[in-house]
């Protein structure tokens, strides 16, 4: 019974058809991003080493939580002038950007959320609105500057469906980034 037990959780943690990607807290309050791989991906093996499983360490991320000017222009203009490109983000330009670990996640559950209520329906729309109709996980990545750990901008959303996850650009309309200062 235990056996049986330990395979159904395999198999509903790491689902064989499409890609999956998830956002973890740890016990040291530290977020994780864990990637499930479908067989056949060689994604999983190219960046982890793993053929089912792959997973990142989010850093600090300063200024995400609170209500900020970035933050609060972040989550009320998701929808309206943060928008889906329609560009897919390549696998090596995402392997680049997870390995440079100059990120962080925002799911419409995040308590990195302090402007709108928590799992609201209109936070929720607003997150649907960046994806192809028919998705049912959205989760942004957020550039962070390397050195201050600031948001710099939204740079992509990942958007799940039944038979895969792709991973789009996002446009933002005018352009609100954070650039670090070089000192001589």
Same mark, same amino acid.
């Given at each position: ?5 330990? +395979? ?10 499409? *890609? ?29 080493? %793993? *053929? ?16 900020? +000017?970035?933050?609060?222009?972040? +989550?009320?203009?998701?929808? /309206? ?34 402007? %709108?209520?928590? %799992? ?5 729309? /607003?997150?649907?609105? +960046? ?18 750990? %600031?948001?710099? /901008? ?17 446009? *933002? ?12």
């Amino acid at each position: 019974m235990k056996l049986f037990f330990i +395979l159904l959780t395999f198999f509903l943690k790491a689902p064989l058809y499409a *890609q999956t990607v998830e956002v973890y807290w740890t016990e040291e309050f530290k977020k994780e991003v864990h990637f499930y791989c479908p067989l056949g991906s060689s994604w999983c093996e190219e960046v982890c080493k %793993d *053929q089912s499983f792959c997973e990142f360490k989010e850093g600090l991320c300063k200024n995400c939580i609170g209500t900020g +000017l970035k933050m609060n222009y972040l +989550l009320s203009e998701l929808g /309206k002038t943060i928008n889906n490109s329609q560009k897919i983000f390549s696998k090596t330009e995402l392997k680049e950007f997870l390995l440079s670990g100059n990120f962080s996640t925002l799911a419409y559950r995040d308590v990195f959320n302090v402007i %709108d209520g928590f %799992d609201s329906l209109r936070v929720l729309r /607003k997150f649907e609105s +960046l994806c192809p109709e028919g998705s049912f996980n959205q989760i942004i990545f957020l550039e962070l500057t390397p050195l201050t750990r %600031d948001v710099k /901008k939204a740079l992509l959303v990942y958007c799940e469906f039944p038979e895969e996850g792709l991973f789009y650009h996002l446009s *933002q309309d005018p352009v609100v980034e954070v650039y670090e200062k070089n000192y001589p």
